[in-house]
């Protein structure tokens, strides 16, 4: 039963965790050196 809380809660952690990562990075892109997406380009 504890085993299966303590699952639980990193499940509940994690998810909305790397999810938060995964919005970072992919916003950072442009900043790094990735290309940017043509519908945000500021020369448009």
């Known amino acids: 039963m504890q085993n299966t809380r303590l699952i639980i809660a ?3 952690v994690t998810i ?3 999810w938060g990562v995964y919005q970072s990075v992919n916003k ?3 900043l790094l050196g990735g290309a940017p997406k043509a ?6």
Do not use: A, H, T
């Not at 519908?39 to 448009?44: A, D, G, I, V």
């Open 10 to 12: 990193w499940i509940w």
């Open 28 to 30: 950072s892109m442009p």
């Open 39 to 44: 519908s945000q380009s500021p020369l448009k």
């Open 16 to 18: 909305p965790l790397g």
